[in-house]
């Protein structure tokens, strides 16, 4: 389905309100269904207003991405366990990501834009996010990924025994 | 004052900037994985190779999270000789070593796989 003149007025949560084309939202599951809901002619120009709970800066980050991707196959391809992998991210999004990493705050606006995938229910950013992520943690070892996680180690001697003895084998 | 400290060590970050090229130096910020959902991190799980996502067990959580996270290895390649554990080509493929030395590690491998993954095909090869 098509929806080429159809705008959306969406609100951010702070305050901000930005109107985007249709053939955008589209790929958004939230805002997908809060339209439904609104059970308005589709040829309303704009619509009402669309509550999102992501902040301006995020939103704009989103609606950038979806932009590219404004004709993506919907719904999202699933993959199996088998022919998933992090390697494969286009690189218009690898870009698009790397951007972020030249910011102090790299690791918080990937954090943003994760849940507003999720929220937003935006599947190809959730994913190329989450992957972006993986990539960050692929080929670290334990103590890496605690510092780049910032986690402490809650298990008891027996239970790190347990885990040592299992992971042993691909240590070496 | 601030000027003054600034002239007085220009000379040094000068020096600095000939020594190394400070715009390569790249530091990773820690990221607030456990501010996540738990149906997020799953995803992110998924994402990460066999040997990584066993290694991603750093605390309890994470450790609960991959437990109760189903998956499926394609291949499970049980061989003599040297050879990556993952296979960068083929996701869904594991290599383990045979090696006498390291049995219980392999063994308690095996058993922890038995909980949670279901291997669609094991391939052994023994010299």
Known sequence: RIYPLMRVTLTTSDGASVTVSRQLTKHSGFIEKA???MAVDDNAVPLSAVAVDVDDATLKLVIEWLTEHRDDALPYPEKTDEERRADDIPAWDQAFVQKWDTKEDQQQTLYAVITAADKLDIKGLLDMTCKTLANKING???EEMREIL???CDFTEEELAEIRKENAWCEN | AEIQIEKENAWIDQTIGMRYDLSEVKVEQPFPLMELPNEIICIILRHL?????LRARVNKRLYLLEWADQYQISQLTILQGDM???????PGKVNMMLDVATLPSHVAFLLKLERNVRVESIF???R
């Open chain 1, 35 to 37: 339209i439904t809901d």
């Open chain 2, 84 to 90: 990556s554990p993952i296979d960068p080509t083929i």
């Open chain 1, 150 to 152: 910032q986690l402490e």
């Open chain 1, 140 to 142: 670290k070892t334990v």
């Open chain 2, 49 to 53: 190779n066999t040997v990584d996502r």
């Open chain 2, 124 to 126: 052994f090869s023994v």
